[in-house]
């Protein structure tokens, strides 16, 4: 059974940091692309990072130069560094594993809520 689990949420000041990890069981977790997204009420879900096999990442405009992704295949964990965060960061953090060969498929988290005060 595949199973990805999130940690880290909670709830912090404008201007404070918050490390958010992701645990993948069930996968063979240094095969799979690994990305964060999140969602807030009325919002859609974005892509906030993304981090690939090989390291290569990538990360929505909105957090670029306060985030950080990284991965560590020993303990199949996925992390997301937050820094100065903003109450705009609000929302349901949620991770997902994603392989695009031999054929595409994707696995969710179920997320975790970081709310931001100001």
């Known amino acids: 059974q595949v199973q990805l689990v999130e940690s880290g949420g909670g709830l912090v000041q404008a201007g404070g940091s918050l490390r958010l990890s992701c645990t993948a069981s069930g996968i063979s977790f240094y095969l799979y692309r690994m990305e964060w997204y999140r969602q807030a009420p009325g919002n859609q879900r974005d892509l906030v990072a993304g981090i690939t096999s090989g390291e290569s990442t990538r990360y929505a405009d909105s957090v670029k130069g306060r985030f950080t992704i990284s991965r560590d295949n020993a303990k199949s964990t996925v992390y997301l560094e937050m820094n100065s965060l903003k109450p705009e960061d609000t929302a349901v953090y949620s991770c997902?594993?994603?392989?695009?060969?031999?054929?595409?498929?994707?696995?969710w988290g179920q997320g975790t809520q970081v709310t931001v005060s100001s």
């Open positions: 997902a594993a994603v392989r695009d060969s031999p054929w595409n498929r994707q696995y």
